[in-house]
T-cell receptor
Framework: NAGVTQTPKFQVLKTGQSMTLQCAQD?????MYWYRQDPGMGLRLIYY???????DKGEVPNGYNVSRLNKREFSLRLESAAPSQTSVYFC???????????FGQGTRLTVV | SQQGEEDPQALSIQEGENATMNCSYK?????LQWYRQNSGRGLVHLIL?????REKHSGRLRVTLDTSKKSSSLLITASRAADTASYFC????????????FGAGTQVVVTP
């Protein structure tokens, strides 16, 4: 099983550009997450989806939008990238009541 | 603000020594989980402890939970160079169904 797959792995954007980070899981999980990881800050939750068709804001949702396209896929969109969004982005999935979250390998995003 | 805070931020030990790190959190939880992150990789689940449990073991890992103090500790016994990684606690809050929130992590370096 592939688990959680994120694309792309690396991306450089110019300020103001838009892009979508893709995430797919093959474990039939209901819950999916987007986190960002910055040095010294740990992981901060951007958005959360408890099931297909539902999304909920996390700690740092400003500047981002998400789509839970189906049970497998959960995408994160930056409409107008800013340097403050330079970070490593992780997608994760879990059962509805998480006893364990499974993480992708991350997307390293640089906004210049 | 983040739910969990790990202490210390960094820990350097020699192979064979024990490594202890702590996690404090702010609100009532359903469970608390510990994850490991090797450099440049995604997070990997280590162990979960439920709010009605006080101690759990898994191999060389020992986790304790004190809900009255809102704190947890992770002990790695007889550490190995391969234990070099960052360790994060994550909490499942009772007031935030399904959302896992992470602390800033403890960076552990084990020297051969």
């Amino acid at each position: 099983n592939a688990g959680v797959t994120q694309t792309p792995k690396f991306q450089v954007l110019k300020t103001g550009q838009s892009m979508t980070l893709q995430c797919a899981q093959d474990m039939n999980h209901n819950s999916m997450y987007w986190y960002r990881q910055d040095p010294g800050m740990g992981l901060r939750l951007i958005y959360y989806s408890a099931s297909e068709g539902t999304t909920d804001k996390g700690e740092v949702p400003n500047g981002y939008n998400v789509s839970r396209l189906n049970k497998r896929e959960f995408s994160l969109r930056l409409e107008s990238a800013a340097p403050s969004q330079t970070s490593v982005y992780f997608c994760a999935s879990s059962e509805e009541f998480p006893t364990e979250a499974f993480f992708g390998q991350g997307t390293r995003l640089t906004v210049v | 603000s983040q739910q969990g805070e790990e202490d210390p931020q960094a820990l350097s030990i020699q192979e064979g020594e024990n490594a202890t790190m702590n996690c404090s959190y702010k609100t009532s939880i359903n469970n608390l989980q510990w994850y490991r992150q090797n450099s440049g990789r995604g997070l990997v689940h280590l162990i979960l402890i439920r709010s009605n449990e006080r101690e759990k073991h898994s191999g060389r890992l020992r986790v304790t939970l004190d809900t009255s103090k809102k704190s947890s500790s992770l002990l790695i016994t007889a550490s190995r160079a391969a234990d070099t990684a960052s360790y994060f606690c994550a909490t499942l809050r009772t007031d935030s169904w399904g959302k896992l929130q992470f602390g800033a992590g403890t960076q552990v370096v084990v020297t051969p």
